[in-house]
């Protein structure tokens, strides 16, 4: 039902845009977020954008370089990441949350997308 696309390659410094796609159900009602999960490390929080777009939270590694973004009459949510950093590299997912309001526990949300990678090169 989520479906994440965009990931790649990409050198140190650069940019990437993260896609997330909803079908068979509308989220619009409900927050989404990102998350990411490196080899080895457990699946962390990057970012979380409430129902409205009104409202955005980011993990403090990613403030100011990462922006989400919604767009609810298309259903699609989306991760603009510029300046990248090797430490940036993960499979990234989209998740829907089970509230309205932003959210950073991997257990507020219930649909998970199937990742993409994000490979950062130094």
């Known amino acids: 039902q989520l479906q994440a696309s965009g990931g790649g390659l990409v050198q140190a410094g650069g940019s990437l845009r993260l896609s997330c796609a909803a079908s068979?159900?509308?989220?619009?009602?409900?927050?989404m977020g990102w998350f990411r999960q490196a080899p080895g490390k457990e699946r962390e929080f990057v970012a979380s954008?409430?129902?409205?777009?009104?409202?955005?939270f980011y993990v403090g590694s990613v403030k100011g370089r990462f922006t989400i973004s919604r767009d609810n009459a298309k259903n699609t949510v989306t991760l603009q990441m510029n300046s990248l950093k090797p430490e940036d590299t993960a499979v990234y997912y989209c998740?829907?949350?089970?509230?309205?309001?932003?959210?950073?526990?991997?257990?507020?949300?219930?649909?998970w997308g199937q990742g993409t990678q994000v490979t950062v090169s130094s």
């Open positions: 954008i409430n129902w409205s777009s009104g409202s955005t």
């Open positions: 068979g159900r509308t989220f619009s009602s409900y927050a």
């Open positions: 998740a829907a949350s089970t509230q309205r309001y932003t959210a950073r526990l991997t257990s507020n949300y219930a649909y």
